[in-house]
């Protein structure tokens, strides 16, 4: 419809109606926006501003130093030693939480007696908070005492103080932050499941498509955007991951599992050095927004989206 | 290759979706199972498709069993309702997904495959996507992607429906064409009658998972085997009316209908009489129904007043609804006929095309 007969109807030019929309829209809209203004947007800010000042251990005094604390942050080995650790932990956390993810709600996506029975118990991980498994975890991974030794000394296989060894520190942290991530993965991907139409599967079927042929051709390509957003989420969740390192190694042993966050917590919290660990979490920010516009990227070339 | 459905029933929980189903298509024969929604016609085509497992009897492809064998090793290819394409792959990889899970080499593939486009007139959106595509170029992709493969036998469940009327009717002759060209047996899934009648060698009629009557569809239309497939083939319906059956001085027979007595022929007359029924439901096709003045009255079966109610103009034919006696009715009549809505004229039932029902079970005299 062209704006002349709009404006003979009367009904106003698409700016007005638009400017009329968003009134409208905007009571709705307010609850959320004062929660992430409240919650997200000003520390944001305050962080990007804090990282050009120096402070006392209070946060207070603010010194203006311009961009110094972002180069200390930069060119620091300790960060970048930081930096490297929370992408291993990315790695190792994103692809098997993915995979298992997928297997089981694959498992579970059948039509059978029982099977809700099976996809609650594949779920429920989602329901456990970080604090409640990182202790249960830390009892299991206890060198004397704990179940994960006792049944690889059963096997023959030779045990390890997990927590407290610079090689396994990471990946057993890793271990559990996958067991954590399972039932988020599951979830999402079994919805992703359910929007794929049976009747690809039949087509593919009657044309002559094996399980294998199936999976690759019909469930891969209708999961992609879910498997995308599993794994964005999943390496977000790991950069910003420090309840466990906390409560199961504090960044040790030897800083090997000092990820950004854990090393942002202990700038500010131990050394009081508040305007050097905001400057950290602002660099951490650019780093996750890059790595999301990264897949996002990707996601245009290999993803369908229906 | 032949295709037979051996005493093929289906339950799913308490619905019997298909009953004791036997049926016989022939090699190269074009076979339309018809009936109402969810008379069982889609269940049947997946049991032969191997997507469904009967309940009960078997199913035989070029006469070997196939009952207990998956999809993939029956050899047919399925045209389904909503096409089931692959949305994320292009046209050219939609229609060679099937030869690609046959190990067919490349190169004949490709021939294959842009013959098969060529046929259908989709050549030039080869690289497009299913999402990028009409409706009717969806349904010629899904119609290559079964064409290529070269089946035993193509199964299609109601593959116009999703088709603008203009698109369906040219479809169906493309489909006609088509299948005279590649001669693989067809097992035709519709409600539509009109698909029915013009495309199939032979029609199923099925209600409620019942199979009522297999036959040409001249045969379908003229002599239908109960009241259901009377009621449910032709356009506008066949009209129906019940009476006693009276004998005649002479050796005649007339149906008493009140006001409205239909004289039988003296052949129908003796079958009504051998057949030994009490009442009789009498049906009437709209183009037996004509004006009386038009018409010798010795030729007539019945005469009656009747109060013209609405008029429909198709352009060549007029539908005429009736209303003699309280009973309603509907006449096909030639364009131009000169009748107008609110006036009462006289109508008279051609003789010789009455079709006689038993009332309780529905079953056809003769
Ligand atoms: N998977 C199923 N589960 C339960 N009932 C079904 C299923 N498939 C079909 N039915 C029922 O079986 C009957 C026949 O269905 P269908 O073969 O799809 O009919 P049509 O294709 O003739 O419309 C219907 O009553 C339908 O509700
Ligand atoms: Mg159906």
């Not at chain 1, 311009?66 to 790695?91: E, K």
């Not at chain 2, 001085?249 to 030994?276: E, I, T, Y």
Request: with cysteine.
């Amino acid at each position: 419809m062209s704006e002349e007969t709009m404006a003979g109807r009367r009904v106003g030019s698409p700016r007005a109606r638009a400017i009329r929309q968003t009134v409208a829209a905007a009571p709705f809209l307010l609850p959320s926006l004062v929660l992430f203004a409240v919650f997200v947007f000003y520390p944001l800010v305050r962080s990007i501003w804090l990282g050009f000042h120096a402070t006392d251990p209070f946060g207070r005094n603010e010194v203006w130093v311009g961009t110094a604390q972002y180069h200390d942050v930069l060119t620091s080995s300790d960060f970048r030693h930081s930096l490297l650790v929370s992408g291993q932990f990315a790695l190792y956390t994103v692809i098997p939480a993915t995979a298992i993810g997928l297997y089981l709600a694959l498992l579970s996506h059948r039509r059978l007696p029982g099977i809700v029975i099976f996809r609650t118990i594949f779920s429920s991980t989602v329901a456990t908070s970080v604090a409640v498994s990182s202790v249960v975890w830390l009892l299991m991974l206890n060198p004397s005492v704990g179940v994960l030794n006792y049944v690889l000394g059963k096997g023959g296989v030779p045990t390890e103080s997990w927590l407290t060894s610079p090689t396994w520190a990471l990946p057993a942290v890793a271990m559990t932050t996958v067991w954590m991530n399972i039932g988020f993965a599951t979830i999402v991907i079994l919805a992703g499941l359910q929007n794929i139409p049976e009747e690809l599967y039949e087509s593919a079927r009657v044309d002559g498509a094996g399980r294998w042929s199936e999976f690759l051709h019909v469930t891969l390509p209708g999961l992609s955007p879910t498997l995308l957003f599993v794994s964005v989420v999943g390496v977000i969740f790991a950069f910003e991951s420090f309840g466990q390192i906390q409560i199961l190694t504090q960044g040790g042993p030897l800083d090997a599992t000092n990820v950004i966050v854990y090393s942002i917590y202990r700038e500010a919290f131990l050394h009081y050095n508040i305007g050097l660990a905001s400057a950290q979490a602002v660099v951490l920010f650019v780093i996750v927004l890059l790595l999301t516009l990264l897949q996002f990227g990707v996601a245009r070339r290999w993803v369908f989206y229906q | 290759m032949s295709v037979r459905f051996d005493h093929v029933s289906k339950r799913f929980g308490d619905v019997e979706a298909l009953v004791d189903f036997t049926l016989d298509v022939a090699d190269g024969e074009f076979m339309v199972l018809l009936g109402p929604s969810g008379c069982g016609k889609t269940t049947a085509l997946r049991i032969l498709a191997g997507l469904e497992e009967p309940t009960a009897g078997a199913v035989t492809i070029a006469g070997r069993d196939v009952t207990d064998l998956p999809p993939r090793q029956r050899d047919v290819a399925m045209v389904f309702q909503n096409y089931a394409l692959y949305p994320h792959m292009s046209v050219y990889d939609n229609i060679a997904f099937g030869l690609r899970m046959r190990r067919i080499p490349r190169r004949e593939i490709d021939r294959t495959v842009r013959e098969a486009a060529a046929t259908l007139a989709i050549a030039d959106v080869l690289a497009r996507k299913p999402g990028a595509l009409s409706g009717g170029q969806r349904q010629r992709v899904a119609l290559a992607r079964a064409m290529v493969r070269r089946p035993r036998a193509f199964l299609m469940d109601e593959p116009l429906s999703n088709l603008d009327a203009k698109l369906r009717a040219q479809t169906r002759v493309e489909l006609i064409r088509l299948h005279r060209q590649l001669q693989t047996t067809v097992v035709y899934v519709t409600h539509d009658q009109v698909e029915a009648m013009t495309m199939g060698h032979r029609i199923a009629v099925l209600e409620r998972g019942r199979l009522q009557q297999v036959g040409e569809p001249r045969e379908i239309y003229e002599r239908p085997a109960n009241l259901f497939v009377a009621e449910f083939i032709g356009s506008p319906s066949m009209s129906f009316f019940r009476g006693p059956l009276r004998q005649t001085d002479g050796g005649g027979a007339v149906v008493d209908v009140p006001h409205l007595p239909f004289a039988l022929d003296p052949a129908q007359a003796a079958a009504a009489r051998g057949a030994g029924w009490a009442e009789v439901v009498v049906g009437v096709r709209p183009e037996h129904i004509v004006l009386a003045e038009d018409f010798g009255e010795r030729y007539a079966a019945a005469t009656f007043e009747a109060d013209i109610d609405v008029v429909e103009s198709l352009g060549n034919e007029l539908h005429v609804s009736l209303i003699s006696q309280g009973r309603g009715m509907v006449a096909r009549l030639p364009a131009g006929a000169p009748v107008a809505a609110g006036e009462a004229r006289r109508f008279a039932v051609a003789r010789g095309h009455l079709l006689l029902f038993e009332p309780e079970h529905g079953t056809r005299l003769g």
